[in-house]
């Protein structure tokens, strides 16, 4: 009886794995760097799917890999697209277990994907719908490079020659979906090695934003590790608020975290910090709360988002209204530091900052597939 193969994917996979692919399959010593080049490059440059894409390399070799291997990427069960263009990404990797990728047009040099690092989250920050989502795992470096390949797979961003790769959809990566990266830091270092290596999807580590709500023990090898640009999830001025606000302050208060900040790897007026600011009605929005935030980031390179609050079923709170927010936008301003208003995008689809949160947890696919059936019935 045949003996049955499970099957691989090298999506995800890093180039030491890839190495050991090879190995694996006996290619000569010799030949090992060359072929794993190839077998990088399609990969990660050209996004291929078959392996009979794999134009320069021996059929022989093609065969023995996809007799062990594929190149598939994890399930995609869902796809929303909003009326302002941009993209949600429902992805399964496994029973019941589903992260969210959010494709946002009009980002940075052409559009950024905001990426998942954790199924669910630990840190139940009472503004943000994910934190009302337990913590299922940490996701590995494959499925967290996978959610780029994915989102490249329908935008059709794969480059076709040199010029393709000079114009791609997709020019910034920010973790700032589902979960707190530092608290998977070698999965996100990981991934970051591979989604920045030159030869394949070449992200620039520089358009790399990790987002953190203020693991200060990790903050450090962040920037040591990965050289990443650091955004903070700040969203109040005193410890009391942000206790409330950001739970993990009552671990590392705003002192602590503004000097992790001071000291972050690489941080000057070229690589400023990002301080994320979500406005909430009569909570955090006042002119004194404005002025003490210029207070607090007094020499640090810093630039800081102003977020309107993007609600969700059950939200405690409101968005402050849009002439308070530019008014305190204009007090950050005239201290110095520029403080742009993010437009709210993918409200329509829940795909806004701090709305994400697994579709398996609102409603499981068994339910919606009886609605779907019901729908389809003759009355």
Not at 32 to 39: I, S, Y
Not at 109 to 128: E, K, Y
Request: charged share 25%; hydrophobic share 40%.
């Amino acid at each position: 009886m045949t003996e049955m193969i499970n099957k691989t994917s090298l999506a995800g996979m890093s180039r030491e794995a890839l190495h050991d692919v090879l190995m694996g399959v006996d290619v000569p010593e010799k030949q090992v760097r060359m072929r794993l080049n190839q077998l990088w490059r399609w990969v990660y440059y050209s996004g291929a799917i078959d392996f009979a894409q794999m134009t320069d390399m021996a059929k022989p070799l093609r065969a023995t890999l996809e007799e062990r291997h594929t190149l598939s990427r994890p399930d995609l069960s869902e796809r929303q697209v909003s009326k302002d263009g941009t993209r949600k990404y429902l992805i399964k990797l496994g029973p019941g277990i589903e992260v969210e990728a959010v494709y946002i047009p009009g980002v940075g040099r052409s559009g950024a994907l905001c990426i998942s690092s954790q199924v669910g989250c630990t840190l139940n920050c009472t503004f943000c719908h994910t934190g009302t989502q337990a913590l299922v795992r940490n996701l590995t470096a494959a499925e967290i490079v996978t959610q780029i390949m994915i989102a490249r797979d329908d935008l059709d961003d794969w480059p076709k020659s040199p010029i393709d790769q000079e114009s791609r959809a997709i020019t910034n990566i920010v973790f700032m979906g589902m979960g707190e990266p530092l608290y998977n830091l070698e999965n996100v270092a990981a991934a970051m090695a591979i989604l920045s290596d030159g030869e394949g999807i070449a992200i620039s580590r520089r358009r790399i934003t990790v987002s953190t709500s203020g693991v200060v023990p990790k903050m450090h090898d962040l920037g040591a590790q990965t050289q990443a640009m650091l955004a903070i999830s700040l969203h109040a001025v005193n410890d009391e608020l942000r206790n409330e606000l950001v739970p993990i302050n009552k671990a590392y208060p705003l002192k602590d975290l503004l000097n992790a900040c001071r000291t972050y790897p690489g941080a000057s007026n070229a690589r400023r910090i990002t301080f994320e600011y979500v406005m909430l009605n009569g909570v955090n929005d006042s002119d004194a709360e404005a002025r003490e935030l210029v207070r607090l980031l007094k020499g640090i390179p810093a630039k800081i988002n102003l977020i309107p609050f993007n609600p969700w079923p059950g939200a405690p709170y409101e968005c402050s209204n849009w002439g308070r927010i530019e008014e305190f936008a204009q007090i950050v301003n005239k201290a110095g530091y520029a403080s742009p208003i993010r437009t709210p995008r993918g409200r329509d689809i829940d795909a806004a900052c701090g709305q994400l949160r697994s579709q398996s947890i609102k409603k499981r696919a068994s339910e919606r597939m009886k609605e779907r059936l019901a729908a389809q019935s003759p009355s």
